[in-house]
């Protein structure tokens, strides 16, 4: 990585610590310092310097020494050298930061209420949901102890970048309350194969366990979305039963050639199936459709594969480049329930997608079984550069990785997770 490539990193990963000032509270875990940065990188030292307007004529770095700059609680950065470890390493508490740079978190909120107002605003959110959406992300520092953010090592073309990132929730939080609940289904999930997809992501989560605390926020963007009282009181109560047939674990993979694929686990795929067929959930449909930009037509039986009803949802986009994985300004979407398994399958070829999940589903071809996280994701960046050049005529460049590995699972703190970029 370049000098420059550095100082930019640095700042990035700043203000993810303190824009997860915008989204994490935390408590470092080497000092009472709202900041504390290791870095063996002196152009990285250097950028912390000046973002924190710290003091001129920084020491330098020593061979097989590293320095950390701490901040105070006066917002005063200071530093000294310590050994070697990590080549960045930020451990910060947010929630003091956000008290300390009051005067900025002040006029960070209204930049996003203008900008981010704006683009909300565009989906069909008025203000006062606008708002609540805000409040509540600016809010959210008071949720968490830690944040503890760890890179071995800098980007190099070629080579492995490895980020760790770890939550620590606050006692007696809704957060803390979510971590606790997240935990692996004791069946595991059937784990779709990744078939050369761009993105593969795999979820072992037991819904059950966190559903009580999801469910408040399910409401709250119904009622952003609806605005007749009548629909949002059926809506209620039809995402209750809708939601309640799931058991948790998710499978999906997703490719801009051959579209989207979705296994997910039921618990009863009766009231999914209820649900979904019920008039109300295809005026539901019509509302989302319309803070879409588009039109919904529901088709209840689009098709039956080995006695399996599959139903079908176009939306037809009023401006079809709004979207530009939208095939002659439509999306289509395919849902199914068979073998104790809600599938779905969106744009490609998704009729065929339906009917190989189906089959894969009722002949049980993969098994259930512990996917030992609770969360992966693989994304392909070849296969995304492809695209993005077959569109715009531009490529990533020869320094853009091929992979990017994600993981989530818990540890004894709150959640852990990795990042690996090759």
């Given at each position: 990585?370049?000098?420059?490539?550095?100082?930019?990193?640095?700042p990035?990963?700043?203000?993810?610590?303190?824009?997860?000032?915008?989204?994490?509270?935390?408590?470092?875990?080497?000092?009472?310092?709202?900041?504390?940065?290791?870095?063996?990188?002196?152009?990285?030292?250097?950028?912390?310097?000046r973002?924190?307007?710290?003091?001129?004529?920084?020491?330098?770095?020593?061979e097989?020494?590293a320095?950390?700059?701490?901040?105070?609680?006066?917002?005063?950065?200071?530093?000294?050298?310590?050994?070697?470890?990590?080549?960045?390493?930020?451990?910060?508490?947010?929630?003091?930061?956000?008290?300390?740079?009051?005067?900025?978190?002040?006029?960070?909120?209204?930049?996003?209420?203008?900008?981010?107002?704006?683009?909300?605003?565009?989906?069909?959110?008025?203000?006062?949901?606008?708002?609540?959406?805000?409040?509540?992300?600016?809010?959210?520092?008071?949720?968490?102890d830690?944040?503890?953010?760890?890179?071995?090592?800098?980007?190099?073309?070629?080579?492995q970048?490895?980020?760790?990132?770890?939550?620590?929730?606050?006692?007696?939080?809704?957060f803390?309350?979510?971590?606790?609940?997240?935990?692996?289904?004791?069946?595991?999930?059937?784990?779709?194969?990744?078939?050369?997809?761009?993105?593969?992501?795999?979820?072992?989560?037991?819904?059950?366990?966190?559903?009580?605390?999801?469910?408040?926020?399910?409401?709250?963007?119904?009622?952003?979305?609806?605005?007749?009282?009548?629909?949002?009181?059926?809506?209620?109560?039809?995402?209750?039963?809708?939601?309640?047939?799931?058991?948790?674990?998710?499978?999906?993979?997703?490719?801009?050639?051959?579209?989207?694929?979705?296994?997910?686990?039921?618990?009863?795929?009766?009231?999914?199936?209820?649900?979904?067929?019920?008039?109300?959930?295809?005026?539901?449909?019509?509302?989302?459709?319309?803070?879409?930009?588009?039109?919904?037509?529901?088709?209840?039986?689009?098709?039956?594969?080995?006695?399996?009803?599959?139903?079908?949802?176009?939306?037809?986009?009023?401006?079809?480049?709004?979207?530009?994985l939208?095939?002659?300004?439509?999306?289509?979407?395919?849902?199914?329930?068979?073998?104790?398994?809600?599938?779905?399958?969106?744009?490609?070829?998704?009729?065929?997608?339906?009917?190989?999940?189906?089959?894969?589903?009722?002949?049980?071809?993969?098994?259930?079984?512990?996917?030992?996280?609770?969360?992966?994701?693989?994304?392909?960046?070849?296969?995304?550069?492809?695209?993005?050049?077959?569109?715009?005529?531009?490529?990533?460049?020869?320094?853009?990785?091929?992979?990017?590995?994600?993981?989530?699972?818990?540890?004894d703190?709150?959640?852990?997770?990795?990042?690996?970029?090759?």
């Open positions: 990585m370049s000098p420059r490539q550095s100082s930019l990193l640095l990035l990963s700043v203000l993810l610590a303190c824009g997860h000032a915008f989204a994490q509270d935390a408590t470092t875990t080497s000092a009472a310092s709202p900041l504390v940065i290791t870095t063996t990188d002196p152009m990285v030292a250097m950028g912390v310097n973002m924190f307007k710290g003091a001129a004529g920084m020491p330098e770095i020593g097989g020494k320095l950390v700059l701490s901040l105070d609680d006066g917002g005063k950065l200071s530093s000294r050298d310590a050994a070697a470890s990590d080549w960045l390493r930020i451990e910060a508490n947010p929630a003091a930061m956000m008290k300390i740079f009051k005067k900025e978190v002040t006029q960070g909120r209204m930049t996003a209420g203008m900008f981010g107002g704006m683009a909300l605003a565009q989906s069909g959110l008025d203000a006062e949901a606008i708002d609540v959406i805000l409040d509540a992300v600016f809010d959210f520092p008071n949720q968490l830690g944040l503890v953010v760890s890179i071995p090592k800098p980007y190099a073309a070629g080579e970048m490895d980020i760790a990132v770890d939550l620590a929730p606050k006692a007696e939080t809704w803390a309350q979510l971590v606790t609940g997240l935990r692996p289904h004791a069946k595991g999930l059937r784990n779709l194969s990744p078939w050369g997809a761009m993105m593969h992501a795999a979820f072992d989560m037991d819904f059950a366990a966190v559903s009580p605390l999801l469910m408040p926020m399910v409401e709250l963007f119904t009622g952003f979305m609806i605005q007749d009282d009548d629909l949002k009181a059926k809506a209620k109560t039809l995402y209750a039963t809708y939601m309640s047939g799931y058991a948790g674990p998710m499978s999906m993979t997703f490719d801009m050639e051959d579209g989207m694929r979705v296994l997910v686990e039921a618990s009863d795929g009766d009231a999914i199936t209820a649900a979904m067929k019920d008039p109300a959930w295809l005026e539901i449909s019509k509302a989302s459709a319309d803070m879409a930009g588009g039109v919904v037509d529901v088709n209840l039986d689009a098709l039956q594969h080995r006695d399996v009803t599959v139903i079908e949802s176009t939306v037809e986009l009023d401006d079809p480049a709004s979207n530009p939208a095939k002659d300004g439509k999306m289509s979407t395919m849902v199914a329930v068979g073998g104790d398994a809600m599938l779905m399958s969106m744009m490609g070829d998704a009729k065929s997608s339906i009917k190989s999940l189906i089959d894969l589903a009722l002949d049980a071809k993969n098994v259930r079984k512990p996917l030992g996280k609770l969360m992966t994701m693989h994304f392909d960046v070849v296969r995304f550069g492809a695209f993005m050049s077959s569109q715009t005529g531009q490529d990533l460049g020869d320094d853009a990785p091929e992979n990017i590995d994600v993981s989530l699972a818990k540890n703190k709150g959640l852990h997770l990795e990042v690996k970029i090759k």
